[in-house]
């Protein structure tokens, strides 16, 4: 059984669209099963129960949330061994793999024994609200969909 914890932060929902679309691709490969969690909720103590976790930030003045950069930070003293990991965003205008980039940057610096599983994932929104730009919410589920299917590998 593979499993992933898909963590995220959303202020809109749109993150939360984003993270719920992701497990639904994971979800359809067989033997995958997925946890999604609010960024605040997450228990620290389950993570090593995991094969993946993949992290989700809406992108927030030019970067990840507060709150997924603390958490970030909390992984890189748990000691987590070569656990597979992979980010996504929601953006506006041309911010786009901003907040990717440097969620990517920071798990490399804090967890650096942590696997990059497939570069970051950054889905375009119509305004500060949303909704979630035509046509983006197909690659979220593909996004999922290949994740686990890697790690099934």
Do not use: C, W
């Not at 786009?96 to 889905?123: C, D, N, Q, Y």
């Amino acid at each position: 059984m593979t499993r992933i914890l898909v963590v995220y932060e959303s202020k809109y929902g749109n993150t939360k669209l984003l993270a719920e679309k992701i497990a639904e691709g994971a979800r359809e490969v067989e033997r995958t099963e997925v946890l999604i969690s609010e960024v605040k909720r997450v228990g620290f103590d389950t993570i090593h129960g995991y094969d993946a976790v993949l992290i989700g930030s809406p992108n927030n003045i030019g970067g990840p949330t507060r709150g997924i950069r603390k958490f970030i930070d909390k992984l890189g003293k748990l000691k987590l061994g070569d656990k597979g990991f992979a980010v996504f965003d929601s953006y506006m205008g041309r911010d786009i793999e901003k907040a990717v980039k440097k969620m990517e940057r920071r798990m490399s610096e804090k967890v650096a024994e942590a696997k990059l599983l497939t570069p970051g994932l950054s889905m375009q929104v119509e305004g500060t609200k949303g909704p979630i730009s035509e046509g983006e919410l197909p690659k979220a589920r593909e996004f999922g969909n290949r994740i686990a299917a890697q790690l099934k590998a």
